[in-house]
């Protein structure tokens, strides 16, 4: 049993330092005043949220960090929730009217710009600035 163990624990090791794991760090700006906190979600390719945090605002900026991500692709999507009801306000054409952002400062024509355009390759410790627009 002993050496079951021994050779269970190699094997979490070797898995743990075979894999480089990266940090990701955000950088929001642009945010029109410190009211509300800012949504923040971040993907894997697949369109799978793998971290989600909500952050306060300090000087009109946001700075969050996400660690130990594997070497992919990766996409960041944001909002400012002035108003703290969760919730994206729109007007009645279906336009935001809290401030917002993807990765790679894509914006849609009509709608969230497809998931291909904010997604950005992470293959070492990485710093993204985000724009958000109103």
């Not at 306060?56 to 969050?64: P, Q, R």
């Not at 996409?75 to 279906?94: C, K, P």
Request: with cysteine; glycine share 8%.
């Amino acid at each position: 049993m002993k050496k079951l163990l021994s050779i269970l624990a190699g094997f979490f090791l070797i898995s743990n330092y075979s894999f480089p794991q990266y940090s990701l760090t955000v950088e929001i700006t642009g945010i029109r005043n410190n009211k509300g906190k800012i949504m923040i979600q971040v993907f894997d390719e697949k369109e799978k949220i793998i971290n989600q945090q909500i952050c306060y605002i300090l000087d009109k900026k946001v700075t969050i960090s996400v660690n130990n991500l594997k070497p992919g692709k990766y996409g960041v999507r944001f909002y400012h929730d002035e108003n703290l009801n969760q919730t994206m306000e729109t007007n009645l054409v279906g336009k935001p009217t809290e401030g917002y952002g993807f990765s790679n400062n894509v914006t849609g024509k009509f709608g969230m710009p497809p998931f291909d355009k904010w997604l950005f390759d992470l293959n070492e410790d990485k710093t993204i600035l985000l724009k958000t627009v109103y």
